[in-house]
């Protein structure tokens, strides 16, 4: 059991620091595929194309908000899931018959990213500091809204 008048870390682990640098590197580079598409699409998608565009672009800006949240102590899992959704989703589309490999190689860094915010010892720093009062205050030293006798 964990002592509770033991202070929290208030610096990330240096492997959650990778994690959300890993993730904002695949914003990058997703966002750079993305860009290109839409360059060569010239805005018209058919059989499903907008799929192809939309669920990055929604990806991205949960992993943008994973890593804030897993920087901050507040939730790994708001980072691995849509890390690991990523990586799915590139390599399915990376390894279709009509596309390049390169996006099937570029879910490498996703999948990374995903796999090192899951370690024990992230896991262990984010569920510290959620135990802890979020002002950094001893629990008990906060007080709670006033009642009317």
């Known amino acids: 059991m964990r002592d509770m008048s033991a202070p929290v870390r208030r610096r990330p682990p ?8 890993l993730a904002l590197l695949t914003v990058l580079g997703v966002g750079l595929f993305e860009l290109i598409a839409l360059a060569f699409s010239d ?8 799929v ?3 669920v990055p672009l929604l ?7 994973g890593a804030a949240l897993l920087l901050t102590g507040r ?7 849509p890390a690991a959704a990523i990586a799915v989703f590139l390599l399915v589309v990376g390894t279709s018959g009509s596309t390049t490999v390169e996006l099937a ?3 490498v860094v996703p999948a990374v990213a995903a796999l090192l915010c899951a370690l024990p010892g ?3 720093w984010v569920a510290a500091r959620r135990g802890s009062a979020p002002s950094g205050l001893p629990a008990g030293s906060q007080r709670g809204p006033r009642r009317r006798p």
């Open 122 to 124: 992230v896991r262990r």
């Open 59 to 65: 990806l991205m800006v949960a992993l943008v908000a």
């Open 52 to 54: 192809v565009v939309t």
């Open 14 to 21: 240096a492997v959650a620091f990778v994690a959300a640098l």
């Open 43 to 50: 805005g018209q998608f058919g059989d499903g194309g907008w």
């Open 105 to 107: 190689v570029m879910a």
């Open 75 to 81: 939730s790994w899992l708001a980072l691995l899931l």
